[in-house]
């Protein structure tokens, strides 16, 4: 398997240094036009830079992949094309941004109809998109159970969480003759409560975290036609909601 760094600028300062000191007193409203004034200045400032010196620019240009994948396979979160969401950026929140989540290089970014601006993943707290929160979190001795450090959909956030890593990577087929590339996903499922973190790898792993009211929960599961291996999400979500109830 290979990864593809497809970034063609170099990153110093954020994206938005030229907004943020104006912006944080300012209400909703303000923020969404000094949002939408920062990326036209910063497309300018693209433009006036992209000759020999392009490493003024501050943020970086994103590129799509220099290939097409097979099977109508493509790196992003849900679908190929941009989506409406919201982004926490140095302690902003930006609203209504069109912006698309590449699971292959886990970088986010935002675009108009010719731009796309990578956005600095150290500077991103959460966003969503597709109706779906993302948290950024870095893997610790407090969570040393998560695969990687980055972006993790909250499926659901109660006095405990559960999250969701969806990775995606490129597998490439040399057997034709041609390179064929692929997309596979790899998916990993964690709950948090109390500051500590499990891994859920099977039916039986949410059973012994939710150990205190393993009865109910397999009752439960049964009851409602709950199945890990057909629809994970769901059956995760909905099991992970019932035992939050238990312990209220």
């Known amino acids: 398997m290979r990864l593809y760094g ?4 170099s990153i110093t300062a954020g994206l938005f240094s030229l907004s943020v000191n104006t ?6 409203a303000d923020d ?4 939408k004034n920062a990326v036209h200045r910063t497309i300018g400032l693209y433009h006036a ?6 490493g003024l620019f501050n943020g970086c240009q994103y590129a799509q992949f220099p290939f097409s994948f097979a099977e109508n396979g493509h790196p992003f979160f849900k679908t190929n094309t941009a989506g409406t969401g919201s982004v926490l950026y140095d302690n902003i929140l930006y609203e209504n941004v069109q912006m698309q989540f590449d699971e292959v290089q886990e970088v986010l970014f935002i675009q108009d109809s010719v731009h796309r601006i990578q956005l600095l993943n150290q500077r991103i707290a959460g966003f969503t998109l597709f109706d779906n929160s993302f948290i950024h979190i870095v893997k610790d001795s407090q969570n040393a159970v998560l695969v990687n450090s980055g972006f993790y959909n909250v499926l659901y956030n109660g006095k ?3 999250l969701k890593k969806e990775e995606k990577m490129i597998r490439e087929d040399v057997s034709t003759g041609v ?3 692929y997309i596979e996903i790899l998916n990993y499922y964690y709950i ?16 012994d975290i ?21 629809d994970r999400d769901n059956m995760l979500v909905k099991t992970t909601a019932y035992y939050d109830q238990l312990i209220k």
């Open 6 to 9: 497809i970034a063609i600028c």
């Open 23 to 28: 912006t944080r007193a300012q209400t909703p």
């Open 32 to 35: 969404s036009l000094l949002y």
């Open 49 to 54: 830079a992209i000759g020999e010196q392009s």
């Open 160 to 162: 405990i969480k559960l």
């Open 179 to 181: 390179i064929l590339r």
């Open 192 to 207: 948090e409560q109390n500051n500590a973190w499990y891994s859920i790898k099977n039916k039986n792993s949410i059973l």
């Open 210 to 230: 939710f150990k205190d009211h393993k009865k109910e929960i397999r009752q439960y599961i049964k009851k409602n036609k709950l199945s890990y291996r057909k």
